[in-house]
């Protein structure tokens, strides 16, 4: 079965310019959640989207959005790019959302991004 | 969600059993522990979690303490490709998503 993939895998971009990142979850999967790595640092929570519905968000600023398509593949969107954007950007899918279950969450590949 | 403390780094050799601990004293009932790991430039990739009780699965063993405070996972016949950043995460995923909140992790190096 196929992963999580993501697309780019590479991306440079410069300061000011907007960028949009892209998941498929794994089949059946109904929850995408994104990360940001910066290096050195763990992932950090950015969204997570469950039935094309925003179920959480991180501490980042409106620069960051996403959204989830019908098909439960997701999109991320970076406006007016800072140079302190250059991250690895991780996608993770789960089967659900919520406190019922405990929804282990299967991650992507990444995005690198770098801005210049 | 509970704050979680691990050592920076440890070493292992290959073949024996690598014990990674992870300590999260404040840790509430309905809080479950997660482990994780991220081999370089890697997304990070579920391993086990775990509640009250013991778990094993076909990568690792999780031992929880009856208090809960700590845990401890096992990898058994640790081998080179263990080498990872290996990350304990504790949540109940409440406050909105199922975020998980990754701390800077053991760095794992397994050595001939």
């Known amino acids: 079965d196929a992963g999580v993939t993501q697309s780019p895998t590479h991306l440079i971009k410069t300061r000011g310019q907007h960028v949009t990142l892209r998941c498929s979850p794994i089949?059946?999967?109904?929850?995408v959640s994104w990360y940001q790595q910066v290096l050195g640092q763990g992932p950090q929570f950015i969204f997570q989207?469950?039935?094309?519905?925003?179920?959480g968000r991180g501490n980042f600023p409106d620069r960051f959005s996403a959204r989830q398509f019908p098909n439960y593949s997701s999109e991320l969107n970076v406006n007016a790019l800072l140079l302190g954007d250059s991250a690895l950007y991780l996608c993770?899918?789960?089967?659900?959302?919520?406190?019922?279950?405990?929804?282990?969450?299967?991650f992507g590949p990444g995005t690198r991004l770098t801005v210049t | 969600d509970a704050k979680t403390t691990q050592p920076t780094s440890m070493d292992c050799a290959e073949g024996r059993a690598a014990n990674l601990p992870c300590n999260h004293s404040?840790?509430?009932?309905?809080?479950?522990v997660y482990w994780y790991r991220q081999i370089h430039s890697q997304g990070p990739q579920y391993i086990i979690h775990?509640?009250?009780n013991n778990e094993t699965n076909e990568m690792a063993s999780l031992i929880i303490t009856e208090d809960r405070k700590s845990s401890t996972l096992i990898l058994p016949h640790a081998t080179l490709r263990d080498t990872a950043v290996y990350y304990c995460?504790?949540?109940?995923?409440?406050?909105?998503?199922?975020?998980?909140?990754f701390g800077t992790g053991t760095q794992l190096k397994v050595e001939l």
């Open positions: 404040t840790i509430s009932g309905n809080e479950y």
């Open positions: 775990g509640l009250k």
């Open positions: 993770a899918s789960s089967l659900g959302w919520g406190t019922s279950g405990t929804y282990e969450q299967y």
């Open positions: 989207y469950y039935e094309k519905e925003e179920r």
């Open positions: 089949s059946g999967h109904k929850s």
């Open positions: 995460i504790v949540s109940n995923f409440t406050g909105g998503g199922n975020k998980l909140t």
